[in-house]
């Protein structure tokens, strides 16, 4: 079973408007955390935003906040105000306590136009 | 410098050469990570050290085999590759606080692409 569903391949957003990235996530383990990596043309793996499953509240990282909904399973990431500079490939992550692995989505690719 | 930097950007080789990627981390890291990149597909994670000793070996075929002498250093040695072995190879390290390495934020090279002929 996949662990880490990403089903947008491919999203549009106009410069200073805010976009929605899915991620939904599977896992039966009460302990795990949640991440966000941007990737840029570049190759590297830049760290966004992270989320703990007994978090209360939903992470915020300058223009990035994520959505987390944990009966869903699902931990959207939001990004307000895009930049041309935000255009780049989108992973969700997610560790679980018990397996102590990263794993990763397929990712979403962002374009943002002027 | 950057924190996690990997050399070379870019290999192509034969299936018959022997190649090596190196990667460096200036961060003081205890944990360093080869994770595989192809097209389409999610990382994939190949090899886990925590302070110098191998904790994760993902069922990765014997032609890669890492190194890792030292917490700032890691090697990933190759060997007859294959053709489906062309892919982003991405290093990757991390604090790890506590002997655990899964809820750690990980600092990524910009990766090595790698060809094989």
């Known amino acids: 079973a996949q662990k880490i569903t990403q089903t947008q391949p491919g999203m549009f957003v106009q410069e200073k408007e805010a976009v929605t990235l899915d991620c939904t996530y599977d896992t039966s383990d009460p302990s795990y955390g949640l991440f966000w990596y941007k990737q840029p043309s570049s190759g590297e793996m830049i760290f966004l935003i992270y989320?703990?499953?007994?978090?209360?509240q939903n992470a915020t990282e300058g223009r990035y906040s994520l959505n987390f909904q944990k009966a869903r399973k699902s931990a959207n990431l939001v990004i307000s105000a895009s930049q041309l500079g935000d255009s780049a490939m989108y992973f969700c992550a997610m560790s679980e306590y018990n397996t102590d692995k990263l794993i990763f989505g397929t990712g979403t690719r962002l374009q943002v136009f002027p | 410098e950057t924190g996690v930097t990997q050399t070379p950007r870019h290999l192509v080789m034969g299936m018959t050469n022997k190649k090596s990627l190196k990667c460096e981390q200036h961060l003081g890291h205890n944990a360093m990570y080869w994770y595989k990149q192809s097209a389409k597909k999610p990382l994939e994670l190949m090899f886990v050290?925590?302070?110098?000793?191998?904790?994760e070996n993902n069922s990765v075929p014997s032609r890669f085999s890492p190194e890792c002498p030292n917490s700032s250093h890691l090697f990933l040695h190759l060997h007859t590759l294959q053709p489906e072995d062309s892919a982003l190879y991405l290093c990757?390290?991390?604090?790890?606080?506590?002997?655990?390495?899964?809820?750690?934020?990980?600092?990524f090279g910009s990766g090595t692409q790698l060809s094989v002929l």
């Open positions: 989320q703990g499953s007994y978090d209360q």
């Open positions: 990757a390290s991390s604090q790890e606080k506590g002997g655990r390495v899964a809820n750690e934020k990980l600092f």
């Open positions: 050290y925590s302070l110098e000793e191998r904790v």
